[in-house]
């Protein structure tokens, strides 16, 4: 009865974020998933996500090199966040160009329109990319798998 009674309760809270596969609390890098992405100039790296059982947030990392870019788009539920690690890149955030560099940390709320381009000659951009409100990081599946 009292199990009945707290997975109802559990199911009314949230019933949707109890995880549906073991949680991994540690992800190495050199076994997940990465995807060919911005015809071929970047990369994708998804660390932790749903299939990983993280299912408040995701992270990974995004690799792109000079001449890349990401088109301008919406993530409706999900707060997006980068620290960047080696590189710059312009960015266009609700229609501000600003600048990023190593050291910077960027937040982009829900429903914000966005995009970032790696100028032509500029180095490879790397950063730490998490969505708050897992699910944007699906779309890189559609890339080449990189073995």
């Not at 960027?106 to 429903?111: D, E, L, Q, T």
């Not at 381009?117 to 951009?125: L, Q, T, V, Y």
Request: hydrophobic share 40%; aromatic share 4%; proline share 8%.
């Amino acid at each position: 009865m009292r199990t009945s009674l707290l997975m109802a309760v559990l199911c009314v809270v949230g019933c949707a974020r109890v995880p549906t596969v073991p949680v991994r609390y540690v992800v190495s890098s050199a076994e997940a998933p990465t995807f060919r992405i911005s015809q071929g100039k970047g990369m994708a790296i998804l660390l932790t996500n749903e299939e990983t059982g993280a299912r408040a947030a995701s992270m990974g990392v995004l690799e792109l090199q000079a001449g890349a870019g990401v088109p301008e788009h919406i993530h409706a539920d999900s707060v997006e966040m980068l620290y960047v690690e080696e590189g710059g890149a312009e960015m266009t955030i609700e229609g501000q160009a600003m600048p990023v560099k190593p050291g910077d940390a960027v937040y982009i709320p829900a429903g914000v329109k966005h995009s970032a381009r790696i100028p032509e000659g500029a180095p490879s951009f790397r950063a730490v990319q998490v969505y708050v409100g897992p699910g944007p990081e699906a779309r890189f599946r559609q890339g080449e798998p990189v073995k």
